[in-house]
């Protein structure tokens, strides 16, 4: 078997060490270990190019969110099987898969278990495998990536400081055949049923169900949105009076207030120079190891 492993040296402030002379002790002599480390962003899916023409049987990311979503990104519609090494602070994808950070654990998991297929999320030509925020939660990551360290305390407090100074933003969303026009706080489109650090807005969510989970808040005042703070910890929000939750195929987002729209896509802040995106679901799209 010929694994080539796609290793970011940065995720998850750099505290892994992968050396190749590491992974082909885990292997069989017969195997063939290729490392290829990326260097910048969107690095990797030119890697997953090469690992392609080079004939990988199987391509593991080692990194965290945003490289496995752009090693996962490059082997949609492949045959080729993805393997996750989770190194990087939040791990969503890898935590609703239960493939722990232990290094030794997750190498054992790419050697021994299943190949299965899950969904994707598509907003125009962009993939996620685990979640795209829009509003608040993309306001969010923004701040967090301003951070030099990607920490749940860093997290934490890029999530306070934006909450404290945040205005909710115009939309208007087209979903199975209705209009819905609101100042949203918050719109959460999931794949996965954990969005980083353990947290949940979309307990329901499943891979591999053919849909995406889509959370919609509307505008909340400050004890509403301490509220909601308490409902997503007790994974609960489903309750809370101005949350929409459900399960959807394909819904276009449209920006009210003449601003472009952006978003987290998978845990990396994206700009675009659009006033309204598609999001869909891409069913069956990556096959994976878990
Ligand atoms: N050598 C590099 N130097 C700087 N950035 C890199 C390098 N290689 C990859 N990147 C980019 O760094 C970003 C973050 O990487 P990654 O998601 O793997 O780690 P993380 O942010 O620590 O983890 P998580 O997304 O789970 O919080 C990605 O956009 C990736 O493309």
Do not use: W
Request: net charge negative.
């Amino acid at each position: 078997m010929k694994y080539i492993f796609i290793v970011n040296p940065n995720s998850g402030n750099a505290k892994h060490e992968i050396t190749l002379d590491f992974l082909q002790s885990k292997f069989e002599p017969t195997d063939e270990i290729v490392l290829k480390e990326t260097k910048y962003q969107f690095h990797a899916k030119e890697l997953v190019k090469e690992a392609i023409l080079e004939h990988a049987d199987i391509v593991v990311a080692c990194g965290g969110d945003g490289t496995i979503n752009e090693v996962a990104s490059a082997l949609v519609n492949t045959k080729i099987p993805l393997g996750i090494i989770p190194a990087g602070s939040g791990n969503g994808l890898a935590s609703n898969l239960a493939i722990p950070k232990d290094i030794d654990k997750a190498i054992e998991i790419i050697r021994t278990k299943e190949i299965k297929t899950i969904d994707a999320g598509r907003v125009e030509d962009n993939y996620f495998f685990s979640n795209l925020g829009f509003g608040i939660d993309a306001s969010v990551i923004q701040a967090y990536e301003e951070k030099q360290k990607r920490t749940f305390t860093g997290y934490m407090d890029a999530s306070v400081k934006t909450l404290l100074n945040y205005k909710s933003k115009l939309f208007r969303i087209y979903i199975d055949g209705a209009i819905i026009e609101k100042n949203f706080y918050y719109l959460f489109c999931s794949n996965s049923n954990i969005a980083g650090y353990g947290i949940s807005f979309t307990p329901n969510a499943d891979l591999a169900d053919g849909e995406l989970d889509l959370l919609m808040i509307e505008d909340l005042d400050v004890f509403e949105q301490f509220y909601f703070s308490v409902l997503v910890l007790a994974k609960k929000i489903d309750i809370m009076e101005k949350a929409r939750y459900r399960k959807v195929k394909k819904f276009s987002l449209e920006s009210l207030d003449n601003e472009p729209i952006s978003y987290q896509l998978d845990g990396e802040f994206q700009t675009t120079n659009l006033l309204k995106v598609k999001v869909e679901v891409v069913p069956n799209a990556l096959k994976i190891i878990y």
